[in-house]
């Protein structure tokens, strides 16, 4: 009896370090362009099943065809990575989980930096 008495709070302790492990941040924007947000800049927990969201913004320029306008950064659940055209609007979808903050360097973002 003595020892469930002190396993249990131990148990407790271990089950928190674990979830709290699981959760990853994401960072939040409603604008983000060249590098840094420009509106609405924030934070949100990614949730179980759920991942950090990269969408690329771009916008139909006539003969130009589509070019890259802005980026959203969210969390999203579910997340699937994807490519949808409208009429004027074109989004591409990224997701990761990898680490805190990992959709700031996906999708456009990302191919700036690297090339
Ligand atoms: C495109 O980006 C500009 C900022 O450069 C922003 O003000 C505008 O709302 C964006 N357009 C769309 C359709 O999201």
Redesign the pocket.
Known sequence: MGKFMLLLPLLGAFTLVFFQAQARICMTCN?F?NGRC?EGEGRCTMEEGGACLTMD?Y?FRGRDGFLY??TVLECSKPCQASTESYF??KISRFCCQSQDFCNRYKGKIANKYAN
Request: charged share 0%.
């Open positions: 604008m362009m420009g913004i916008l306008n802005h004027h609007l």
